[in-house]
């Protein structure tokens, strides 16, 4: 009445035991391989685009042409340290923190109503 069978209580085949110098570098090839996709083709691009953006609004002037972050469109009225002054109507005035700017827009873009 041995509910172990023989080949349970058998010891592992003397191959697989044996540690190769490469085997364990082997295996995490396929990890580092995938990190070193990941950062070509997702984090170092993103990281260009925040540099960019941070650029973008380190040289933002009055009377710049811009789109905030609503797809709303005005100019620059007044900058602050955090929060810009824009104007989307003639008299109609919207503050909104920096990073809210999502592009600037060529001069000429808004036509004056």
């Not at 540690?19 to 993103?46: D, E, H, N």
């Not at 109507?89 to 004056?112: D, F, H, N, W």
């Amino acid at each position: 009445m041995f509910f172990i069978s023989d080949a349970f209580a058998q010891s592992a085949p003397a191959a697989a035991t044996s540690a190769s110098p490469l085997g364990g570098l082997m295996q995490m090839a396929p990890l580092v391989l995938m990190f070193i996709v990941l950062y070509f083709f997702m984090i170092r691009p993103q990281m260009k685009r925040q540099k960019e953006h941070k650029a973008m609004l380190a040289a933002l002037a009055k009377g710049d042409e811009v789109v905030i972050s609503g797809g709303i469109l005005g100019r620059v009225a007044e900058l602050g340290e955090q929060i810009v002054q824009i104007e989307v109507a003639s008299g109609t005035v919207l503050s909104v923190q920096r990073p809210a700017i999502l592009q600037v827009l060529p001069k000429g873009s808004l036509k004056a109503a």
